[in-house]
């Protein structure tokens, strides 16, 4: 069965100390890897999407790197405004079906 | 501005009572998707179109139906609302073109009740 986990389901850092976000997944055939950041009360926000293992992606705090069993969200030196709950998914390539992780609640304390 | 916008944003009904939930985007992209989120259970996908008069299953189908008779628009239904459908609902749109691959918008969100 497809699945998707994520860990940890929250994680709370202090302002500049950096850490990774877990997402493990089982999928046949992936047809591409995504993170999403969701803010209170609002969709969620596209960040990355990764296809093969070995690829990374950055975006200013942020870099997100692919292996055959799972991906890694990075952050360095994070700032408050980071706080959200970052989220994983995956597409399958024999249906297009998109499959969610529950998600990490990220708290950055100044 | 590129954005998919859904309708209305909050909404209480009760049991029984058919519902529809608008869903529109201005990006031609081919694929719209419905989902819906409970807290512990993440964002789980409803029923999603590849193209127009295309729509398959997700994972939660059950109660639900939709249509794409157009290309911008991905109305959600419910014929008989239950309890068990109170839930916040996201739209999404993703693009299938090169320059947007896989890139998936979001809609701001319906937060549904049903009494």
């Known amino acids: 069965e497809d699945q998707v986990t994520q860990s940890p389901e929250a994680l709370r850092l202090q302002e500049g100390e950096s850490s990774s976000l877990n997402c493990s997944y089982t999928?046949?055939?992936?047809?591409?890897l995504f993170w999403y950041r969701q803010d209170p009360g609002k969709g969620p926000e596209f960040l990355f999407t990764l296809y093969s293992a070995g690829e990374e992606k950055e975006k200013e705090r942020l870099k997100a790197t692919l292996t055959k069993k799972e991906s890694f969200l990075h952050i360095t030196a994070p700032k408050p405004e980071d706080s959200a709950t970052y989220l994983c998914?995956?597409?399958?390539?024999?249906?297009?079906?998109?499959?969610f992780g529950s998600g990490t609640r990220l708290s950055i304390r100044p | 501005e590129a954005q998919v916008t859904q309708n209305p944003r909050y909404l209480i009904t009760v049991t029984g009572k058919k519902l529809t939930v608008t869903c529109s985007q201005n990006?031609?992209?081919?694929?719209m998707s419905w989902y819906r989120q409970d807290p512990g259970l993440g964002l789980r996908q409803i029923y999603y179109s590849m193209n127009v008069e295309v729509t398959d299953k997700g994972d939660v189908p059950e109660g639900y139906k939709v249509s794409r008779k157009e290309k911008r628009n991905f109305p959600l239904i419910l014929e008989s609302p239950s309890p068990n459908q109170t839930s916040l609902y996201f739209c999404a749109s993703i693009g299938l073109a090169a320059s947007s691959y896989n890139e998936q918008f979001f809609g701001p969100g319906t937060r549904l009740t049903v009494l």
């Open positions: 999928v046949s055939g992936l047809r591409g």
């Open positions: 998914a995956v597409r399958h390539s024999s249906a297009s079906k998109i499959i």
């Open positions: 990006m031609n992209h081919e694929y």
